[in-house]
């Protein structure tokens, strides 16, 4: 019976510290989710700068030079500039509620495998007290 009490109590202890590393590992997932959602033009990588109009278009100059392609005019740039940049916003937003999702999921089973493995060491350190 100690044998069988000392083995439970054992995958208790794993389970306990696998839950805290995972609680640490998601919420450093969420921050990192909820940082970029507050900037979501400088979050990720993305092949284009679209921090500003006049970065957006040297970068399509530079690219249409080197392939000698049709420059098309600052309207045309313009409203490829708002369509990327909106793009890339709800591309952002899509991407930072996924994790904030799957983060705060994942970290609240673990607070719960957490709470029940804790009392089961808990329950058999008392048994083992009073034996």
Same mark, same amino acid.
């Given at each position: 019976m100690e044998k069988k009490q000392k083995a439970i109590q054992?995958? &208790?202890?794993?389970?306990?510290?696998?839950?805290v590393i995972t609680i640490l590992?998601?919420?450093?997932?969420?921050?990192? &989710?909820?940082?970029?959602?507050?900037?979501?033009? @400088? &979050?990720?990588? @993305?092949e284009l700068n679209l921090t500003s109009f006049e970065n957006f278009k040297m970068e399509i100059l530079k690219s249409t030079q080197k392939d000698q392609a049709y420059i098309p005019n600052d309207q045309t740039l313009h409203k490829m500039y708002e369509d990327a940049k909106a793009d890339k916003i709800n591309l952002t937003k899509h991407q930072t509620h996924r994790t904030i999702v799957v983060s705060s999921l994942i970290t609240f089973f673990c607070i719960i495998l957490f709470g029940t493995h804790w009392w089961i060491i808990k329950k058999i350190s008392k048994e083992q007290l009073k034996n």
């Open positions: 054992v995958y &208790a202890i794993i389970i306990c510290i696998i839950s590992i998601s919420l450093s997932s969420l921050v990192s &989710a909820l940082i970029d959602r507050g900037d979501p033009l @400088y &979050a990720n990588n @993305y």
